[in-house]
C-alpha cells in the first residue's frame, strides 16, 4: 500500500528522511501519525525512526538536540521546525514495568516495530508513501480492531500503561478490543498498581473524552482495570451506570470528573478528596467542586450561585445535568448568567479605598466584610450598582 498524496506535515520531513538516506541509513516515518493518516485524520507532530545511530544523526545535521539520547532520541532542527528522530532499538528487562532496564541500538526496522504496543501503532512508510507493515496493522485498521503486538502479556509486562492505552484507542477510534488482548488485559490489569497515577490519569481522561467513551468504559469494566485505579473499587455498579448512558459524549476533563463525582455519590469535598488521589492539579480540584455544587442545585440557580459558578462551569454543570433530566436549555442559562447586575468583584463600584478613604475606616478584616454584604446586595437587586447608593448603605453598617 502507497499514500500518494501526503499531508503537509510530512513533506515538510521529507528533507530529513532523505539526508538520512543519503547517508546509507534507512529512514520512516512511524507510529500515529501513520495511523492517523490512513484514517483520514488530522496528524499533529511526525515521528522518525532510522537505523543511524545517535552519533551518526548528530553527524549528519547541522542542529540537533539531546532530547532523549539515551533511548536513542535526537531532536533534528530543520527549516525552523524540530523533528524526534530515533535509532531503531530493542528493549529488555522491564522490572518496573514501565521502562527497560537495558536499550540496544540496531539496524533492523522488524526488531524496532516488534516491540510497540498496538499493531496499529506499528506502521512505518517510507519517504514515498509505501506503507510497511510487518505486524498485520493494515488488517486491523480495516477490520477496526485493537489487537497487541506479539504476544500481548509480554507487551503489557514491557510497560502495564499499554492496557489503558489499549482501551483508551477503543474510545478514541471506536474500534473493538482483540480477544487475546482483552484477556491478557484483564489477566494482567494488577500490573496498573506498578504505574504511576499521573500517567493513568491521562489514559483515563482520554478515555472518557473519546467518540466511543461508552464502550471503551465496558471494556475497562470487564477487563478489572477499574479495581487497580484510586477510589473507583467500589463504585463498579455506578460506572457501569455511566457507560449505560444514553449519547455519552463529553468535551472537557472537568465535566469527566463532575459526572464521576455526580454518579459516584460523592459531595464537591469528597470528590476533591478523590481528585487528590489522582494527583490532579488545584485549579481542576476546584473546578471541578464549583462545577458539582451547582450540579446539586439543578434546575433551582440563585444569583449568588449563578455569580459563585461562573458561565464555563454552569455549562459544565449542565451538561452533566442532561443525563439526568435536570438541565436547562443553554441559552436559557446564557440569559440567566446575562442578566446578573454584576459578573465579577471589580463591577462593583465600590472598593476597599473607597471605603477607607470616604468612611475613614481603617484598613483589616471589616472592610472586606462590607464589601462582601454589598456585593450580596448588589448580586440580590436590593442594591443598585452605583457609587453613592453602596457608600450609603456601607456607611449604615459602621
Known sequence: ??????????????????????????????????????????????DIATSAYPAEVKS???????????????????????????????ESGYQDFRRPDHVTFVRSLKDDLKRRD??????????????????GGLADLKAKKIKAVGQPAERFHEDALRMM????????????????????????????????????????VKLMLGKASDHALTEFIKTKMYLYCPCFKNHVNSLEKIADLSGLRLDNEITVWVLLGHYFGLKPKETGKMLR????????????????????????????LL??????????????AKYENSALPDEKLHSM??????????ELTLTGNDLIKELKIKPG??????????????????????????????????
Open 1 to 46: 500500500m502507497r499514500v500518494t498524496d501526503l499531508p503537509q506535515k510530512f513533506l515538510d520531513a521529507l528533507p530529513v528522511l532523505k539526508q538520512l538516506q543519503a547517508h546509507g541509513f534507512e529512514a520512516y516515518f512511524v507510529g500515529g501519525s501513520v495511523r492517523d493518516t490512513l484514517l483520514g485524520s488530522q496528524i499533529n507532530d511526525v
Open 337 to 346: 448568567y446575562a442578566s446578573l447586575p454584576i459578573k465579577n468583584k471589580k
Open 60 to 90: 549528519i545535521f547541522k542542529r540537533t538536540v539531546d532530547t532523549g539520547i539515551k533511548h536513542g532520541t535526537i531532536m533534528v532542527l530543520d527549516h525552523g521546525n524540530g523533528y524526534e528522530v530515533t535509532t531503531f532499538r530493542t
Open 365 to 398: 478584616p471589616e472592610i472586606g466584610k462590607i464589601i462582601n454584604l454589598v456585593e450580596k446586595m448588589v448580586l440580590n437587586g436590593e442594591l443598585n450598582n452605583d457609587k453613592n447608593s453602596l457608600l450609603q448603605y456601607a456607611k449604615s453598617l459602621i
Open 165 to 204: 492505552r489499549a482501551v483508551r484507542f477503543v474510545s478514541q477510534l471506536g474500534f473493538t478490543l482483540e480477544k487475546q488482548t482483552r484477556q491478557a488485559i484483564s489477566d494482567n490489569a494488577q500490573l496498573l498498581t506498578k504505574i504511576a497515577v499521573e500517567r493513568i490519569h491521562v489514559e483515563w
Open 118 to 135: 498496538l499493531t496499529i501503532n506499528a506502521l512505518a512508510m517510507d519517504p514515498t508513501g509505501k506503507i510497511i507493515d510487518l505486524f
Open 307 to 320: 455569580y459563585e459558578t461562573g458561565l464555563p462551569l454552569l455549562l459544565v454543570a449542565n451538561q452533566v
Open 277 to 304: 488521589k489522582w494527583k490532579s492539579s488545584n485549579d481542576l480540584i476546584k473546578d471541578v467542586t464549583t462545577a458539582q455544587k451547582a450540579l446539586e442545585n439543578f434546575p433551582q440557580l440563585d444569583p449568588e
